[in-house]
């Protein structure tokens, strides 16, 4: 099962893609864990991307793509692979496909978790952490049962990011929307878009994911 996970910030995709490499035994490949591993191994990659990130600079796309070609002929992904972060445009999307091609393993499914935009900045703004555990809770959604309270460890010490308020997070959405949700249009006319409402509960969320992805 070879897939492109598609969806906004806060859409869950994190939480589904771990389900989905458990059930398919495939890894998940995010961009940014390549491009770390490829630093720190000192790779041929690995030191280009570093000297562009070194300078300030965007890594390249051929660069990023190199990353993920060697990825893909590791053995844990010969049963398939989830690329999270990865195409973020259109251009991306179209090298991508070609890389693929090359190496005779075309994308399968583009999978879109899909949730309104209100619903997505309340996940985002409402966010609450314990300092003391690392419990997460949602002001709006699943507060803790009193006040600033942790139910997990009963510490005062729930905190709100400062990154996590409108305008930020607007900011990040309004990225999103003029530059990935474009992908939705782009896999929908290959024929490979799945759409999943990922409103709900995550197990209802996953079981409709499962059964999307069965059609293929």
Do not use: W
């Not at 771990?18 to 059930?23: A, D, E, S």
């Not at 999307?93 to 900045?121: K, T, Y």
Request: proline share 3%; with cysteine.
């Amino acid at each position: 099962m070879r897939i492109v996970l598609l969806g906004a910030p806060g859409s869950g995709k994190g939480t589904q893609a771990q389900r989905l490499t458990k059930l398919y035994n495939i890894p998940q490949i995010s961009t940014g864990d390549l491009l770390r591993a490829a630093v720190a191994s000192g790779s041929e990659l690995g030191v280009r991307a570093k000297t562009a990130m070194d300078a300030g600079n965007l890594v390249s796309d051929d660069i990023v793509l190199g990353m993920i070609k060697e990825r893909i002929q590791e053995e844990d992904a010969q049963n398939g692979f989830i690329l999270d972060g990865f195409p973020r445009n259109l251009s991306q999307a179209a090298s991508l496909d070609a890389l693929l091609g090359e190496v005779d393993q075309p994308i399968q499914a583009g999978l879109l978790i899909d949730v309104d935009f209100e619903v997505l900045m309340k996940r985002l703004t409402g966010r609450l952490s314990c300092k003391s555990c690392g419990a997460v809770y949602n002001r709006y959604f699943s507060p803790p049962k009193q006040e600033n309270i942790c139910d997990a460890c009963g510490s005062e010490a729930l905190y709100h990011r400062a990154d996590d308020n409108e305008e930020t997070i607007g900011n990040r959405l309004s990225v999103y929307e003029e530059n990935t949700a474009p992908l939705i249009g782009y896999y929908e006319e290959k024929g490979l878009l799945k759409r999943v409402n990922g409103v709900g509960e995550m197990e209802d969320i996953f079981n409709a994911i499962k059964a999307e992805l069965a059609t293929i």
